[in-house]
């Protein structure tokens, strides 16, 4: 009777044994087919990168071509259109100048900015003692509204 509770005893053991086993087994499939899907996903992306990478190649290599293109067509121009008016204006230009009454031109305008920037400066001065005049008299107001309402509670009592 002995040998036959030992000898279940030890079968019971295999059986726990062959199942854990089995477990191990299944959770290392599992495991596989996660890596396999992470896998199958990858090779998706890639081939999508793949495809946007061709495309873009494409969508350059035309862009190249049309420049070439371009360039090559405009190399026998002799120069490009000006309007009539930039024209006259290049040619008073190039006959009235005078680097003296340009410099005197320049040093003009810049005494106006700087008169103009003193202006401004004065005015901003001006506005900030403005905005703390307002705010003392505005202190004040209030003091006189609540020295006035307390003399009416006073005649009032």
């Keep these: 009777m002995n040998d036959i509770e030992r000898f279940i005893r030890v ?3 295999k059986r726990l044994a062959n199942q854990r ?3 191990c087994l299944d959770e290392e499939s ?3 087919k996660e890596l ?4 199958r996903d990858l090779r998706r992306e890639t081939e999508q990168c793949k495809e946007n990478i061709t495309k873009h190649l494409n969508m ?20 490009l259109p000006v309007s009539h008016d930039y024209a006259q204006l290049i040619n008073v230009k190039e006959n ?11 040093t003009m305008c810049t005494e106006v900015i ?8 004065c005015s901003i001065a001006q506005l900030e003692t403005l905005k703390e005049n307002i705010v003392v008299l ?10 006035e309402g307390n003399l009416l509670f006073i005649i009032n009592i």
């Design 21 to 23: 086993e089995l477990e």
């Design 114 to 121: 700087e008169n103009k920037l003193y202006q401004t400066k």
């Design 36 to 39: 396999m899907k992470e896998l």
């Design 96 to 106: 009235n100048v005078n680097p003296s009454k340009l410099i005197q031109d320049v």
């Design 11 to 13: 079968m019971q053991e």
């Design 138 to 147: 505005q202190h004040l107001l209030d003091s006189s509204n609540n020295i």
């Design 30 to 32: 599992s495991e596989h």
């Design 60 to 79: 350059i290599t035309s862009h190249k071509h049309s420049v070439h293109k371009i360039v090559h067509s405009t190399s026998n121009i002799s120069g």
